[in-house]
């Protein structure tokens, strides 16, 4: 039987959220002991473990016919792969850093340094824009400890939570790319194979949608069920089911959570117990 092979990152920022995604999507594998490939027990997928840089080029070739991997990498390498799906996970931004005691004003302080970073591409982009003329030095892993080594003046590279640049006493000063995880494709995928990479499509976006939505249970008095249905902004119109208790009806709905963040004490305050909000594990239209 035909299969698809995913390109997924073998280790760093993005391996776990790719695999959970991939598990939640209700797909299993057996536990990756280091293997280049891991084939699935219950979907025609194939799981390549890949260094992240990688991804773009083996899906490009079509060694990979579909890839998790973070939009830096296919903006660096220019590679133009069609993005069948933005993830929600991943977030990073690609910045500048110089060490923390150095002062920095503006981007013209760039000027004349040396720039240690394994982005050459987004690196010169920027200051090609900004008519800055440093020195580009490329490296491939550890680019934040040039700087100490005194390899060169300052780095661009990716932070998301800052505790690497904390740690190699650098701060950051100029964000010049915005970079979430992505799903692409090879281009000339054959029909069966564009078959099952939407299969497997449709399940990303039924858990991401879960994902983005709560269950949520609560009681009101009957006579404030118009006010609480105006607050919840449901999918469809909630279900109502009177409780044992007279003049008080049990109300479900499903909402973004962030629609009961904002509404909780409206909601309390129109004599709303008993809220209970689930998580929800799939969502299907
Ligand atoms: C990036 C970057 C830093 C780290 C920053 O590495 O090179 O080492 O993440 O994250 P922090 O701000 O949370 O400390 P990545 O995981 O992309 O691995 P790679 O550079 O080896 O591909
Ligand atoms: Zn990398």
Redesign the pocket.
Known sequence: MEKIRIAV?KK???NDSSLKLIADCGIHFPKNSGQLKSPADNFPLEILHL???DIPGYVMDGVADIGIV?RNEIEEQRMDLPVMENLSFGK?RLSIAVPREKSYTGVNDLEGQIIAT?YPYLLSRFLAENSVNAEIHEIS?S??IAPAIGLTDSIC?????????L?NGLKEVETIFHSSAVLVRNRGLSPSKLELANRLLLRIRAVKRADAFKYILLNVPDEKIDEVINILPGLKSPTIMPLAQKGWSSLHSVIPEEAFWDNIERLHNCGAEGILVLPIEKIMF
């Open positions: 990152q760093g920022r993005l260094r992240d840089d973070g990073c394994s892993g680019v934040e590279d990716l932070v998301s939570t800052g505790s690497t640049l740690f």
